[in-house]
């Protein structure tokens, strides 16, 4: 069974950083895409940032030049560097991985979430 798990939210003032890991774990084949998305109190869940297994990469409009995503393909590890945020940053982050078990076919995988909150 592949499991995603999320670390690295928490609370910081306005201009502040934070930096988010997931980790995938379990029955691992390869892992092709990885990112992540966020989801704001009342708002729909959003794509942040993407990163391909070969290291390019796509951001949302709103976080260009603010957030960098990287990943450690030895570790199947995401990792979402976040500087400079902003209130708007605010809620809670989701990985997700396509990954194959058994080297048939990819299946989306998501972590449970991690909360980021950003103070004005």
């Known amino acids: 069974q592949v499991r995603l798990v999320e670390s690295g939210g928490g609370l910081v003032q306005a201009g502040g950083s934070l930096r988010l890991s997931c980790a995938a774990s379990g029955t691992i084949f390869r892992i092709n895409d990885m990112g992540w998305y966020r989801q704001a109190p009342g708002k729909q869940r959003e794509v942040v940032a993407s990163?391909?297994?070969?290291?390019?990469?796509n951001y949302a409009d709103s976080v260009k030049d603010r957030f960098t995503i990287s990943r450690d393909n030895a570790k199947n590890t995401v990792y979402l560097q976040m500087n400079s945020l902003k209130p708007e940053d605010t809620g809670v982050y989701y990985c997700?991985?396509?990954?194959?078990?058994?080297?048939?076919?990819?299946?989306?995988?998501w972590g449970q979430g991690t909360q980021v909150t950003v103070s004005s």
């Open positions: 997700t991985a396509g990954i194959s078990a058994y080297g048939v076919g990819y299946y989306d995988y």
């Open positions: 990163i391909t297994r070969g290291g390019s990469t």
